[in-house]
């Protein structure tokens, strides 16, 4: 077992080090402010693109809302971490577009990627086959709703890493005839304003299911992996208010599928779940150990449909270690009731233990 610091320690330690996991907080408030400055150019856009497209590192993570932020930030974008159920929603360091450009998001709730080529219609994402580039008007993904788009806010900075040699006043042409001519798939609501977050969806949920990338038909492994990581990820605005459900929280170090059953529209996942602790609704926690679960699976009119299991949440953790110390930072503010005490305790303690793997 590892050695706990003192609690006043650890709270105190926990709060320095909150700053340090501040670029990886949830960025979704009930007063979302929208960024203020310019958005990225065509140009810049199309940069962008190329850089992502080459970024190996991107290609690895475990889902589509990592690589998205993954080939971002490295190209000097910086945002914090959000899924793509918060990106849907509206997140502060972008602006929803009515037409799309190079660079921008296009985003389903549950799945985002990178338009490469807007008329083309073309954007590069991960699936449970990996990395790839595809078309967001065939069949499968038209079958999935109507995309939102979001270009990034820049502010007043000059990107010069985005920044191509060419003549600015033809570019800027070039982006004006773009944009007029490029015609629109593309908003799910008519009504809905455009660039303005303001108007976004802030009460952000649990999600309850997500809808797997499984384009053969039926879901395969890594089509569950890649639903599955992104679906726990999400989960974890849960642990950021008391007014959540109220459910025990699993913090899990690795999720593996290993098997796969479907019949009748119907069936379920095994996942090999390596947990490391559980966080009960109080705010207590022990730990807990490996153990394999089924993960329901079912069929509607748009595909297949990953669920939650109903009992518990299950969160990676890397999303729970940055949400568990804004609670914690948020219960320590003054002034904390007394009956906070005992929870400022066992939060500290459980970072404490998470941040120390031996």
Not at 66 to 80: D, E, F, K, M
Request: hydrophobic residues 40%; charged residues 25%; glycine residues 6%.
């Amino acid at each position: 077992m590892p050695r706990l610091l003192p609690v006043t320690l650890s709270i105190t330690f926990v709060l320095v080090s909150n700053a340090s996991v501040a670029a990886n907080e949830r960025s979704v408030t009930p007063t979302l402010k929208q960024a203020v400055g310019r958005l990225l150019t065509r140009a810049e856009g199309a940069a962008l693109v190329d850089l992502a497209l080459e970024n190996t590192e991107a290609k690895q993570a475990p889902d589509c809302s990592h690589l998205v932020h993954q080939a971002l930030t490295s190209a000097g974008l910086v945002y914090p971490y959000a899924t793509s159920f918060e990106i849907f929603a509206g997140i502060p360091q972008f602006r929803r577009v009515s037409t799309a450009q190079p660079g921008d998001l296009i985003v389903w709730r549950g799945h985002v990627g990178l338009v490469v080529d807007s008329e083309q219609r073309t954007f590069f994402s991960r699936t449970g086959a990996g990395p790839r580039t595809d078309e967001y008007t065939s069949d499968y993904w038209r079958g999935r709703g109507r995309p939102r788009f979001y270009r990034y806010v820049v502010g007043d900075r000059k990107l010069a890493l985005l920044e191509p040699p060419v003549n600015t006043e033809k570019a800027s042409a070039v982006e004006t005839v773009a944009e007029a001519g490029n015609s629109s798939l593309v908003s799910d609501e008519a009504d809905t304003p455009v660039d303005d977050a303001s108007s976004a969806v802030r009460n952000n949920p649990v999600p309850e299911n997500i809808q797997i990338v499984a384009e053969r038909g039926k879901p395969a492994i890594e089509d569950v992996e890649e639903g599955l990581s992104e679906l726990a990820n999400a989960s974890a605005v849960a642990l950021e208010s008391e007014n959540r459900r109220r459910l025990s929280v699993m913090l899990v170090r690795e999720f593996r599928v290993e098997k796969i059953k479907t019949k009748d529209g119907k069936g379920w996942a095994e996942v090999q779940v390596d947990s490391r602790a559980e966080l009960s609704p109080d705010l207590t926690w022990k730990r807990a150990r490996a153990q394999k679960l089924r993960w329901e699976l079912r069929k509607d009119h748009d595909g297949w449909l990953l669920l939650s299991p109903k009992d518990r949440l299950y969160i990676p953790q890397s999303a729970a270690v940055p949400a568990l110390a804004k609670r914690l930072s948020t219960l320590s503010a003054p002034p904390a009731p007394p009956t906070t005490h005992r929870q400022l305790g066992s939060l500290a303690s459980l970072l404490n233990f998470l941040l120390n793997e031996n």
